[in-house]
């Protein structure tokens, strides 16, 4: 009898050892392999979102400021654009020191105290990687370009004189719209597929590799979380430059992107550097196809964690875009992914205009709802968001109507290759007022004051005059702001796993107006409900009724039954027990 018991309280024992150590084990490996899942990322544009020495330019120690700000927006993730030494031909995008800081940014005690403070809120930061090309001021290319017989010679792609005219290759930044640059100091061409200060680094060549993954440890080993890898899906290339039939400025992608090679690099960068830190990577581009995707993301392959394709934001077109598009692309995506991979959700970065200019309704009356909405898309979907800073509170578009208010080589090389195309400038310029990503850049609007609270000085892109009405202040002050209704957007999905891990099933799918899709986990239903419109709208779902509602973007929620009755820009996210 007693020793019965005895062996019944070792065995409850051990069965409460067992409990008590298994799902927590099993909750941190869970924590550490999937953070990058459940994160929320926060895109921030360093030139322009905190000056604190009034030369105009947003800096690290900007960043350090308003650090209070971005925990309290609920993310936990940051993303910069790049921070690195560079002439800024392409606002940092063309490195001329991989291990430095830019002097307009600041020192690199400045980006370890920024690192440190971002640790503190539990906020991981992710760096940009810019290694499809470096900028033509790196030592690298001025090593390069010295002579044919210089150990960096093949760090690049040359293509000597002597074999006449190389074949045609498109540079999408270049004025002549031609990515081969003649340089007469060794009589040959070398290749840009971006701007000719952006000359493109040759990945064939191992040693230029090493170099590469050398720089990521470099970061890795100071504590960064993550890798945004720049246009790297055209980083192999076949360097017997053979010519492409067929290319053009709209097809590129289908030459440049996943060229053989590509798989192997990636694999080796993951062995190299990925595999032995506890970091996330993402790249730009997503290859040609669903294939494509899925060899650089499925996790047997070893290559990356996610990438991000350009099927969604492509979508939104000056003079408008059908919902009905949006919501094919984004099923398809979410089909395609249901099994193996992951996606990256975004509706604007640094290289799109304003989030609620093209896909909401920036008119003063309903771009508080329409940003709202579109905060509710970004934050309910599967795959990682990645919300883009002033977002949060709703910043739009700028309205430049000259050629010369714009920064962006993009935007000057491509109305001079118009010029020379003999297009219609003015039509040119409509667009690009519309499209530009310059409206996506412009200063972050912290109050109604002089240059938004961002400088003291002159910022190097102009401030929105709208920040009068579009400001953090104001939105702090205000219940019913857009930035706290971001924050409770944050705050739900951070604490509802289905919305990160949930089947997505598109509802009403032919809808010209309305955006519905349901969230399901093993335990949990949501429903999500957009008005994407600016009129009201009456529809009949019946899995709202009865449905608690956890979020609206409207004081009230008008449903009888299951008809439900949707105000303008409308956004619901209910629960289904
Ligand atoms: C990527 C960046 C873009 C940059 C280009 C060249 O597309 O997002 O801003 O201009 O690469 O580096
Ligand atoms: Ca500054």
């Known amino acids: 009898m007693n020793r ?53 330019i947003g800096d690290l120690n900007g960043i350090i400021e308003r650090l209070d700000y971005i925990r309290d927006l609920g993310v936990t993730a940051v993303w910069l654009n790049p921070i690195y030494s560079s002439p800024n031909d392409d606002n940092g995008y063309e490195i001329s020191d991989y291990r430095n800081i830019m002097a307009d940014f600041g020192t690199m005690a400045d980006f370890d105290r920024m690192l440190a403070g971002l640790h503190e809120r539990d906020i991981k930061l992710i760096m940009d990687v810019v290694v499809n090309h470096s900028s033509d001021e790196h030592e690298w290319f001025v090593q390069s370009r010295s002579s044919r017989d210089n150990p960096y010679r093949d760090y690049y792609h040359w293509w000597p004189a002597e074999r006449g005219k190389p074949p045609y290759r498109y ?50 080993d100071k504590g960064v979380d993550g890798f945004r890898l720049d246009a790297f899906q055209f980083s192999a290339k076949d360097t017997t430059y053979p010519v492409f039939e067929g290319l053009t400025e709209t097809n590129f992608v289908d030459y440049y992107a996943m060229q053989p090679g590509l798989h ?48 969604g934001v492509d979508i939104p077109k000056y003079g408008g875009y059908e919902l ?37 309704d920036d008119r003063p009356e309903y771009r508080a709802p329409s940003s709202k909405l579109l905060n509710t898309f970004l934050l309910s979907m599967r795959g990682t968001p990645y919300c883009y800073y002033g977002d949060e509170i709703g910043m739009t578009n700028i309205d430049f109507d000259e050629i010369d208010d714009y920064r962006d080589i993009a935007a000057r090389n491509g109305y001079r290759k118009a010029q020379a195309q003999g297009k219609d400038i003015a039509r040119f310029l409509e667009e690009l007022n519309f499209s530009s990503r310059d409206n996506g850049r412009t200063p972050m609007q912290w109050t109604d004051g002089p240059q938004a609270g961002f400088t003291t000085g002159t910022p190097w892109l102009p401030v929105n005059e709208n920040h009068a009405q579009i400001n953090v202040a104001a939105q702090e002050k205000d219940p019913r702001s857009i930035l706290q209704h971001f924050r409770a957007l944050t705050k739900l999905r951070r604490e509802n796993p289905v919305l990160v891990y949930g089947s997505y099933d598109l509802l009403l799918s032919d809808h ?34 009865d449905a608690a509602v956890v979020i609206n973007n409207y004081p009230t929620f008008d449903r009888q039954g299951g008809e439900l009755r949707l105000a303008p820009w409308q956004a619901v996210i209910l629960r289904r027990g």
Request: charged fraction near 25%; include cysteine; proline fraction near 2%.
């Open 171 to 220: 540079s999408l930044f270049d004025a002549e719209g031609n990515a081969w640059k003649y340089d007469s100091i060794t009589n040959a061409y070398y290749l840009h597929y971006f701007s000719q200060k952006q000359p493109d680094l040759n990945w064939s060549n191992p040693a230029l590799r090493q170099e590469v993954y050398d720089i990521m440890t470099f970061w890795a």
């Open 264 to 311: 192997d690099y990636l694999r080796e960068m993951n062995e190299r550097v990925f595999s032995k830190y506890d970091v996330m990577s993402v790249a730009e581009g997503a290859g040609r196809n669903f294939q494509d995707a899925h060899d650089l993301v499925d996790a047997d392959r070893r290559e990356l964690d996610m990438a991000y394709a350009f099927d």
């Open 512 to 545: 010209e107006q309305v955006y519905a899709y349901t969230r399901t986990g093993d335990n949990d239903r949501m429903l999500i409900v957009l008005n994407f419109s600016s009129e009201s709208v009456t529809v009949d779902l019946p899995e709202a009724e």
């Open 324 to 360: 009905r598009t949006m919501k094919e692309v984004f099923s398809r995506w979410d089909r395609e992914f249901a099994e193996d991979g992951w996606l990256s959700i975004f509706l604007s970065n640094h290289d799109q205009a304003r989030m609620v200019s093209r896909w909401g």
């Open 4 to 56: 019965l018991f005895l062996f019944l309280c070792l065995f409850l024992l051990l069965l409460g050892c067992a409990r008590n150590t298994e799902p927590s084990t099993a909750a941190t490996e869970v924590a550490s392999d999937d953070w990058w899942k459940e994160a929320i990322v926060y895109q921030i544009y360093p030139r322009s979102f905190q000056d604190t020495n009034g030369d105009g």
